[in-house]
């Protein structure tokens, strides 16, 4: 099956530093997702991205899929922003619907 | 529109003892798909349902069974639960989890405890 690793597997900022998230994906995907879970457990929607760039205030997000990454930019970076960092992938074709396979994460911390 | 809910959010049960989670998806969205989380083993699938039938299954032992109801709304169970199953119970949801349908929406979890 497809295999997804992000890195760096933890992170520690100052308050309005700039960071670079990676994730590679073993595969061609359909389906590439970047999370955010907060302190309470839940998974929080950053970008539906398997190709392409999209940006969304102070984040923004690349997948290159031919090279089989994607990279996830956080700048001007808040305190709010700390938690965990998931990237997630699926691949349809390979028989594996509603089934997200998810990287370990990267932790993110940032001081004040 | 409202996200997806999950009921209950926390649960304490003891080995040998079921549990049934419940997961409502978003208005519209007919596919929902179950995760657990744990410290060791991260976030790994479980199932997914669609139209009532299930389309695709993660290597859990026959005790994690699921099941979806006409209105979409899924529920699964797990028998004779044991120490490791404590862990986060995700459920998420996407229109149809297929190509150009398959962005997935997460509940809040349901926090499972095992004593």
Redesign the interface.
Known sequence: GIQVEQSPPDLILQEGANSTLRCNFSDSVNNLQWFHQNPWGQLINLFYIPSGTKQNGRLSATTVATERYSLLYISSSQTTDSGVYFCAVDNYYGGSQGNLIFGKGTKLSVKP | KAGVTQTPRYLIKTRGQQVTLSCSPISGHR???W?Q?TPGQ????LF???SETQ??K?NFPGRFSGRQFSNSRSEMNVSTLELGDSA?Y?C?S?WS???GG????????T?LTVL
Not at chain 2, 42 to 45: D, E, I
Not at chain 2, 102 to 108: D, V, W
């Open positions: 596919s929902v798909s995760y989380q991260g976030l790994q699938f997914e349902y669609f389309r695709n993660g986060l995700l998420a996407s989890g297929t190509v398959n962005e997935q929406f997460f509940g809040p979890g926090r």
